[in-house]
Structures are given as C-alpha cells and as structure tokens.
C-alpha cells in the first residue's frame, strides 16, 4: 500500500473520531475520564477457555491468517472482562513472516527463525511489506473489528529492536548475544536493518490505521536489556521516526511505547513521540510519570503474577496501582506485561470491576 | 559448625588481614587505590580453555566437591588475566544440596530440583547447615587457596531470594510465577523459607571467612524481578539480617551485594549493609552511585556482550564505565554480569590492562 492519506484522528474506516470520547482515548490524551479505562496485554490469549475451545492446537500464525477466527479471539476478552479496549489478535512477526523471512512461532517457545539474519546479504530477505498483499488478512480482521466494537480497537506492531532481536538470534534470547554484537560490530548494518524494520512496522501500522484501529502500541519488549547510551544511539532514532511518520499520516492517534524491565529507559522512550508509554511493574506509576515528564500519559502497571492467587492480593495490588497513578489525568490501567496462561479469569474480572470504581486519574477533573 | 569468634577483617587463617592494603579490599572500603581493582563474575569458567580441560565433562557438583580442581580453576584467571580478586568456584545451590534436598545442576540449564518446594513440610529438608559436615571440601579449597594465593580471595552464598526461587520454581524461570505466588498467598512460610536459606547462606559465608577468604560476595541475581515494595518487605529484612551477622562475627570484613535488573532496588540494596553494590550494565555508575549513596562503593559495570567482538569497541565500552566511575574512590571494575562462555579471554586479558591503567575513581586521593 502506499502511504495513506491523512485523516481523522483515531479514526475507524465508517466514522472516524467514533471513539474520540472513550475512556481510552481520552486517557491516551491526558484528557479526563468518567473511569480510568482497562485493557490487559494478552488479554486475547490462553488464559481464556473460550480461547482455547476457538483456537485448537492449530499454528498461531495459522490462526492470524483466518479473520472471523480472530475477530472473535480479539472480542472475547472484552465480551467477558468489559475492558475499555480491545487489542488485535495477531504477532509481532507477522510482517517479517509475512515478507518471506522464513519466521515461525513454537508453541511454549515463541518466534523461530529458520535462518537468521547474519549479514548485509540478508536485508534482501526483508523486502518492503504491502499490507494489501502481503497481509490482507489483517486489514480484513481489522475492518470486521472495527464495524462491530463498542470499544476502541488497539493495532500494534513490534518495536524494531524487539523484531530485529528474534531475526538476528533466531529465537527467544537469554543474553541477546548476537544482536548486541551485531549492534556494536556493524552500525551500519544494524541501522539499515532497523530502518528496513521501522518501515515495516509503519506500513503494518498504517494498514491498521487505515482498516479502522483506533490507537496503536509499539512493542519493543526486549528493549530493556539495552544501556540507556546504547538504546538512545542504535534504537530511539528509528522509534522516533516511526512516531513521526505515523503522526503525519494519520495525525492524532493515540500511540503506546511499551517494554519490560525499562526503568532506566522510559525518560529516552517519553521522547521518542507516543502518547503514552507503557511501564512494567519494577517502577511505581509515580516514579514512571516523573520519568516520562508531563504531557504524555502511562499505562500499566499490575505484575501479572499478582493475579495468580487470591483475590485478596490481586486487590491489595491493583489498589497500590490506582493510588500510585494518583489523580493527575493519563492513566490507562494495564498488568505490566502479558496476562500469563495460568490467570484465572475471574480474577481479572474483578480487576477491571476495581479499576473501574476506585481509579481517580483524570476522574472528574475538567480538562 | 558454631557461629565464628570475631576475627580480624578480611583476614586468611594464617595471615588475619593480609590483604588489607589491596587494591581490592580497599576500593571496596572506599579508600585510595594505586590501580582501580578488577575482576570478573566467572572468570573461572567455560570461557577459559584451561578451565575446559581441567573440569573435562563431569557435573559441576562433582567438581565443586574436588578441593584441588577447585584451587587450580579459581587460580586460572587470576594467573591468565591479572584480576586483582579471585572468585572462589563454587556455586550458589550448593548448600542446599549438601543437606539434601536434591538439586542438581544441569549443564547448559542450570541449578534442577527433583522435588522443589512447595509447602510447610518441606522445610524439614532444609535443615540448618553444618559446614564442617556437609561441605568440608569447601573449607578444605579456601584453605588451599588463602594459602597460596597473592590476590584476596572472594567467597560467596545466594542470596535468599535467589536461591528460594530455583527451590520453589524447581529450575531457571522466566516470569517466576511460583516463587511470587509463595510469597504472595502465604508470606508466613515465605518468612521460615527465607529466614532458613538466610541461616545457610551465613553458616557458608562464615566457615567461608574461617577458612581463609578476605571478602564475600552475596548473589542475589535475580532479585530485580520484584518490585520495590515487595523487595523491601519481602526479601530486604533477611538480607540486612544477613550482612547484619556477618558484622558480628566478621567484623570489618568486606561484603557484596548483586544482582541484575535491579535499578529500582539499589537504594534498597544499599540499606541491607554491603559494602559494596554490584551495579548491572543497565545503570550508568554516576547513576548508581547516586542511588547507593555516600560511604557504599560500587562494583560494575561493562555488559558481557560487549567483549564477545572487536577490542576497539570493548576499550570504548570500558573507557565509558571509567568515565562513569569517575574519580570519588570506591570502585571496583567488573562486568554487569557474569563472563559470557564465548568470549575471547584475550579481550578480557586487555580489559584488566586497561582499567589498571586509565580507572580514576580513588586513585592518587588521599583518604
């Protein structure tokens, strides 16, 4: 596809703005809200088994390709918990699998390369995506989506160290050994990777744009492991041009920048252009909005392992985010990373049932 | 064995405080040094080729067990590189395997438990260790070693949380879902897990200092995966009680304490009473000296994958800590982690040369 026309803010394909005066949108914006809005990362997952009876034992990759199959994955955590958004069922792989890079996802592994990303040879491998082409599926599951929510629909893409890292190491890594290496031994390379990286991401994200996604979240997961010096020399200037691009396609949608383990990172990520930035459960709210500075909203931040056990604890925390997050507008309350498998649902019900009567960011403020 | 009587700090069994005036020793008590000291978390280790041909294939319990081998692989760096300290080669599992509660450790997985912990009945198979008895070879290899060496020696335990989590978890763990549940649903047990490791980390630590070494090192390695607020009230009384004992017996002695990830824990870390924090690459040393605070050293913090490649880079990425280091005295070089397995010793030969001559923090002060 080619570069998209400007447009309406936060836009869907029928009636753009229709979700201009949600809760999540308006939180995006540090704007006030009638409740802090919820949304869970990996909300649409195994921890549901309405998930696992829709899914089967089918490949991921399969199951992102069948767009009534994830319009209804996408939709059955919002029909269950109430969440305030819904995020796209699909993988930060999919570009790079969908351009022919020979990408797979194991089940309990996480994406495999097949053949690695090794040297300059290997950028032909990363041709320029067409989201028509190349991933219609996704504009397909996107529209159906977007015709039929009663709440925001979230796209996202992989952040371009988080993407260039599975492609480089040819899987999950401990160490991130040879992304860093490659990083540090060949600048050039890793920045002709990376930018090839931005491009996809932003035509992946344009496409969802375009098809109807109200707001969009980076994920540049891994990108934590990194020194502040080196996160702000090999990987903001490609984040912040991503950022950039997409205002000036589609100016005024609410983006989200998340990672784990980014404590020292969130002032460097605040810069690079989102609405929002997203913080894991190492840094309290209060700390995370003196990093990320004024102007730009947070969401987070419950460790999803707190809502393994009891109500009680689950309770306990949730109420630690909500008083961390104080009063001042640009709260988007979320776990700090993926809802993890063993979650039962239950819980996370009473969590959204929590958030929603007892948050005060933004509540009731005039802005 | 009983609790030791006082003794002089940092002193080996035949020579009490020998090696006070190292560089080692004192950087580590914050005073002036000719050189700024240096060592590596596994500098004895697969990284070296003559420690590949001495351990040959066996486990690493099997070795550990070996008082001889076990001189000759933490005399090999020190011998090849120069480091100021030798780390004592042992491992941190090691007391709870030797009162039996059947943890193996697993090449290229690390530490496996059989049975791992689970509820109140297990505590019965961690009963207090008693190091003449169950870990003699230990005491035998420190003697050997104190005895010999030109360099002080440095002991080391895990610590509590960090060892609880691979006997709850049953191994390494990525999101640590067992071990946070435990703490979480039933903080009653957690405090007799703790308060038990705690206890075996000391009686090690202690026959540890009888034996001979000058300084000790608790890893803590993954605390970072807690929050603040669970670190403090989970995990920090027992380290504080832990660095608290040590005082007592060991009065004067130099003490560590490290772990990864743990940016948001260092002023907690702080508090506990090391001598030393071991900082990770992630924070930048003026930083971290910042957040431990005056009259606690630092010890850090080149990230390991920086000397997997070229020499120019891993003297740039040196030069950078240096710089960070400053020249207020309480430095001690180290990488944020442990040595990676493939790294070239050759660079890390070069890294100890370099930080002798270039490292500023205490060097020439008066104190």
Redesign the interface.
Known sequence: MSTAAPRAPGGSADAPGRFDDTPFIRACRGQSVPHVPVWFMRQAGRSLPEYRAARGAGSILDAIAQPELVAELTRQPVDRYGTDAAIFFSDIVVPAAAVGFGVDVAPGTGPVVAEPFRSAADLARLRPLEPEVDTPYVIEAVDLLSRSLDVPLIGFAGGPFTVASYLVEGGPSK???RV??LM??DPGLWHDLVERLTDMALASLRSQLDAGVAAVQVFDSWA?I????HYAELVLPATTRLFADLEASHPGTPTILFGV?T??LLGLMSTAGPSVVGID????LDEARRRVGAGVAVQGNL????C???WK?AAAETR?VLDRAGTTPGHVFNLGHGV?P?TDPGILEQVVALVHAEGRAGVGTLQ
Do not use: C, H, Y
Request: zero cysteines; glycine letters at 14%; a negative charge.
């Open positions: 160490n991130f050994t860093k290496s540090q031994s934590g990194l020194s502040p010096r383990g404590g020292e459960w190492r840094v309290p460790d999803p392992a707190m393994l056990g009891s604890v630690e993890l063993e």
